[in-house]
Nanobody, 123 residues
Framework: QVQLVESGGGLVQAGGSLRLSCAASGGTSSGYAMGWFRQATRKAREFVAASWSGGNIYYGDSAKGRFTFSRDDAKNTVYLQMNSLKPEDSAVYYC?????????????????WGQGTQVTVSS
């Protein structure tokens, strides 16, 4: 059973930056697709970024050009560097892992989820 714990969320002003981390335990992250999703109030959970170990990184439209996904499988940790934050980036950010994820952007294909970390961007 893989457990995921996110950290790094908080309150930041528009234009600022945050770096989220997700630590995995109970399994080796290199064997999983790892991704970030986010869910704003009264909105569906949306894809942010994801990759397989050693594979290409895919970004959702909202993340392209501003967010950077990275993973350190030696530490079983994935990161999301978020720059030029906007108020519309405010959401709970979730880390996800899956062993069979044909489409990295599909949340239903992930097996494990963290509890989420709140990101609030003030204008």
């Amino acid at each position: 059973q893989v457990q995921l714990v996110e950290s790094g969320g908080g309150l930041v002003q528009a234009g600022g930056s945050l770096r989220l981390s997700c630590a995995a335990s109970g399994g080796t992250s290199s064997g999983y697709a790892m991704g970030w999703f986010r869910q704003a109030t009264r909105k569906a959970r949306e894809f942010v970024a994801a990759s397989w170990s050693g594979g290409n990184i895919y970004y959702g439209d909202s993340a392209k050009g501003r967010f950077t996904f990275s993973r350190d499988d030696a530490k079983n940790t994935v990161y999301l560097q978020m720059n030029s934050l906007k108020p519309e980036d405010s959401a709970v950010y979730y880390c996800a892992a899956g062993s069979r994820v044909p489409d990295l952007s599909r949340k239903y294909e992930y097996d494990y989820w963290g509890q989420g970390t709140q990101v609030t961007v003030s204008s």
